[in-house]
């Protein structure tokens, strides 16, 4: 059972060496913003931006499975806000890369993305709260999986 354990021991090390020799957490590559555009009484605008760290991708919504981990937005249960569509995508590229053996969806710089939710129930909370999870990776390493919990504040009208 020792040398069982010690095997998982060293294959946690090997696996996490690269981030740790690193130093990048996937907060630090991707800085995540949400701010409400407009606001109804009913439903509200909202326009999530990131900034990616240079040399540093984050996968598309529309990444493929079987690869990287596509980027998805989601408002947390018990929230009285639900996504009404599909999040609209823009200005992804499209590359084959070897290390996935598959063409991957990402973007490169920065991430805008404006979406509508609509209120739910009795809404007395000041904010939006969203869950963006995604991966970043460069051209040698790929960080684990994140989640950004963000709040998108609501303006007094």
Request: hydrophobic share 40%.
């Amino acid at each position: 059972m020792k040398k069982r354990q010690s095997l998982f021991g060293c294959l946690f090390l090997l696996l996490a060496l690269p981030t740790v020799l690193n130093g990048q957490r996937p907060y630090e590559v991707v800085k995540w913003n949400a701010t409400v555009a407009k606001s109804t009484t009913t439903s509200a605008t909202v326009a999530l931006s990131a900034t990616i760290q240079d040399g540093w991708h984050v996968y598309a919504l529309s990444q493929p499975a079987g690869g990287p981990l596509a980027l998805k937005i989601t408002i947390p249960a018990g929230a009285p806000f639900a996504l009404q569509s599909p999040v609209p995508e823009t200005s992804v590229i499209r590359h084959e890369d070897p290390s996935f053996k598959m063409e991957t969806v990402y973007y490169l710089t920065a991430v805008k993305l404006t979406f509508d939710v609509k209120k739910e129930g009795k809404s007395g909370t000041a904010s939006i709260p969203l869950d963006v999870r995604f991966q970043a990776c460069n051209d040698r390493l790929c960080l684990p999986p994140y989640t950004a919990h963000l709040l998108a504040p609501l303006e007094s009208k």
